[in-house]
């Protein structure tokens, strides 16, 4: 408690510096041990951000869906197809008849279909869209289908922070911790003089040995621990994180050691 | 013209006159920075509760004697003793006083507040009232460093040693930016806390002169070598 109570006067001392080494600390912590999920979560976010328009399509159950998924798949501008399952489907028609008082009418009604979910590609021209719907139609026979209207993503053209991360490509969010790791080394750099010379005087005038060594390991491992504990949560985990805080540790005891700590020559 | 005798080489397990054994020990010291030899075969001992003047021109070694004393050297030939119990401490005044610019007076004073040694935080700040009222510098606690005058820094320089609670307070130069007045001031406290709580002072002095009205012994340092050693009042 002595030594992070060191650190939290030696921040004092010199706010802006201060603040800029515990916020830059910070975020370089996280955000290493945060790489591995923001990296899928952005693959994610990328891989919304191309989908293109798309539609939904009604097949009764009597024919060969995946014969018709994979026909479908096959062609040019369509970025996926997906079965919906039959008994969800089946839920939900039941729901909404439910609700407008229709089920005795249920009994008459066939139930028995597939939903269909075809994705075109981004940017698809409306032309080349409707011959894939006239070819499923086609295929299928017009009786047996119901095609639902072609829904144009909310995000589609529009590219976000998290899109331009993945648009640069995966090595982006290593330029992004770079430069955030310049940032916290130069902070670093005089944040550390300064805890040495607030460190020597206490060594000095006070019976303590290594104060600065131990306040600042000590406050870098207690900005570690939430997350770390976080780790435990994360559905990926990987090393980057602890050799990150080994480099960080071994850094900042690298620059106490050069960093000026009054003169010893009188 | 000196009158004393040269220091009496000290032997392991020696028995010392009155049975008290130094507090700090040196033997056959050699000290050698760069190409020169700044100390040259130095036996000293320093006893408990004693105030020692280390006198000599510039460049004599004085603080050189200081430093090594202070343990900065690893690297010396001879033999250094300490012979401290376990909780007693060294206090060190250095000639470029080594104080916080930015902060106060009081926040400078602040480094010396040991929860081990001190029962709470109110007892050292009754301390360090009691000895900034003696050296007239309590009105000023608020003061920004940078804002000091020379002398107060060294008043200042010198409280947070004491307030340390040292045993041997190891002085260099504390006193050359100070007039008579407060040279007195600081030697009359020094004085005091060797008289109450057994304080071992070694205080290093370019100025023969102010060291020969105080009262302690003088050790006189000439290009390196221990020339003279005996009482300041004999000089």
New interface residues.
């Given amino acids: 408690m ?1 030594y992070l109570k060191n650190m939290i006067s030696t921040c004092l ?2 706010p802006i510096m201060g603040m800029g080494f515990i916020v830059t600390s910070f975020l370089l912590i996280t955000s290493t041990f945060l790489l591995p999920t923001s990296q899928d979560y952005l693959k994610k976010v990328a891989k919304k951000g191309n989908d293109g328009p798309f539609f939904h399509a009604l097949i009764s159950s009597k024919e060969n869906f995946s014969r018709i998924k994979r026909k479908v798949t096959s062609l040019p501008g369509v970025e996926t197809v997906t079965i919906l399952s039959q008994n969800d489907l089946q839920a939900k028609v039941k729901g909404i008849l439910g609700n407008l008082d229709m089920e005795n009418d249920l009994a008459g009604i066939d139930l028995n279909f597939v939903g269909l979910k075809v994705l075109f590609k981004n940017k698809l021209k409306l032309k080349s869209q409707t011959l894939i719907r006239d070819y499923i139609k086609r295929l299928v026979g017009d009786r047996n289908i119901t095609l639902g209207a072609t829904v144009a993503t909310e995000e589609e053209g529009k590219i976000g922070p998290l899109q331009i991360f993945e648009k640069l490509g995966s090595w982006s969010l290593w330029a992004f911790i770079g430069l955030l790791f310049l940032l916290w080394l130069s902070f670093t750099w005089f944040f550390c003089s300064k805890l040495n ?2 460190s ?3 060594e ?5 040995t290594k104060v600065a060594v131990k306040s600042y390991l000590g406050f870098i491992l207690t900005m570690a621990l939430p997350t770390i504990a976080l780790i435990f949560f994360l559905p990926q985990s990987s090393w980057i994180p602890m050799i990150a805080l080994a480099i960080m540790m071994i850094i900042g005891l690298l620059i106490l050691k050069k960093s000026h700590r ?3 020559e ?1 | 013209m000196f009158f004393g005798s040269k220091e009496t080489t000290y032997k392991e397990n020696s028995t010392f006159i009155g049975g008290n054994p130094p507090i700090l020990h040196l033997q056959d010291i050699n000290v050698i920075l760069g190409n020169s030899l700044i100390l040259k075969n130095i036996n000293l001992n320093i006893t408990r509760g004693e105030i020692v003047f280390i006198t000599g021109p510039s460049g004599a070694g004085k603080t050189t004697l200081l430093r090594l004393m202070a343990g900065e050297f690893d690297h010396f030939k001879g033999r250094m003793h300490h012979n401290f119990t376990k909780d007693e401490f060294m206090g060190r005044i250095f000639q470029d006083l080594r104080l916080i610019e930015h902060l106060s007076i009081e926040q400078n004073l602040q480094f010396s507040y040991d929860p081990q040694i001190f029962k709470n935080k109110r007892e050292f700040q009754r301390e360090l009232l009691e000895i900034t009222k003696f050296l007239g510098i309590d009105r000023h606690l608020d003061l920004k460093m940078s804002k000091a005058n020379g002398g107060l820094k060294q008043l200042v320089a010198f409280t947070r040693t004491l307030l340390s609670r040292p045993s041997v307070v190891l002085a260099d130069e504390p006193t050359c930016s100070l007039d008579f007045d407060n040279a007195k001031k600081v030697f009359d406290i020094l004085n005091l806390y060797n008289v109450k709580r057994g304080l071992t002072v070694v205080w290093a002095s370019h100025n023969r002169e102010l060291v020969s009205k105080f009262s302690g012994r003088i050790i006189h340092l000439d290009k390196g070598k221990l020339v003279y050693t005996g009482h300041a009042c004999f000089i």
Avoid: D, M
């Avoid at chain 1, 000095?204 to 303590?208: A, E, S």
């Fill in positions: 002595f001392a010199k010379e607030f020597y005087l206490i000095t005038y006070q019976r303590k009054w003169s010893s009188c």
